[in-house]
């Protein structure tokens, strides 16, 4: 995987920020000292400034109304328009990449886009794992007091192990597995960046390991947690944030891990639901350039092309 030429990429979000800088004085009520009705002009307080924007007067306010629907109707066709021009310089870096990586008919693989990882390794500290280590016992601790205190409440606890339900594992949803794995691989792990030294832990998680390790004595499970820990670490991100990505197996990890999706991978699940037996051009971006590329097909297809970067 890697890309050593940079490829423009119109930003996906540039357009909702110039959006966001025309409506109606948004900005202005935040630093402004003196206040007016946006319509008619007489002085108003800073509250109303930030709520309505207008004076008291009913026509004021419905004039404002009509103002903003008409902003959001303008809001919403600029959207439309910037996510085909997305999806247009989507089509075409992919037209370019497949000449490079062998892939004939690049048409054939449906773009998708998601964020790209990019940040420094550095040594774990002591103080990272002395964190979580605390973390972890206070969670242990609210597990057992609210064993003590309900003794039957969570006894039925369910294995929540993520990733894809074994009894729906046909090709259609191996292959959706698969294009997911992908793409976050490719991604490298944005969404991972506020783990800290907690990784989103909460009673529940513990709850859940303890039903499935039920012999494990609370110390016996920190450890269990802390040796999954690396030797190096993003900086400022996750503490099982690692070079080869999280470094917990999913049965041990949060459920939000488990369950959070980008706004990339919903577009991947769309795409994977309205186009049955379609590949995909995965790629991931930052700041406009391409970092990381792939061409995927289903699985179980004869005759696939190589493809990937
Ligand atoms: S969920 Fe999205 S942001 Fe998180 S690692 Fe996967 S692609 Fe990246
Ligand atoms: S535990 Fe793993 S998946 Fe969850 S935030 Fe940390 S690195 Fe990401
Ligand atoms: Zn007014």
Redesign the pocket.
Known sequence: MGYNRPLEVRSFFSPLFDVARTMLGTHEAFTRNAFRCCICGTEITRQQARSFQTCTSWKCRCEYRGRLRDQAKQAEARYEQALTQFRNGLCSTRNQLAGACGVEHPERFLPVCVPSYNAELVPMTADRREALRAFLLALLEDCTREADAAPDAHSETPDQAGGVDSSDHDAASETLAEFLTVACTCCG?H?????GDH???TVDTMRQYIARHPDRSPDAIVDDYLQRVREETYIA??????AN????PRPM??D???S?ECYGLTHLRDQVAENAGTGLFIVATNQGQVMHHRFVEPLHQPDAPPGGS
């Open positions: 792990g969404c991972c960046t506020d783990g990784a989103y832990f991100s996750c503490i099982y944030h690692s990505g999280c470094s917990l990890r949060a939000l891990c488990n959070f």
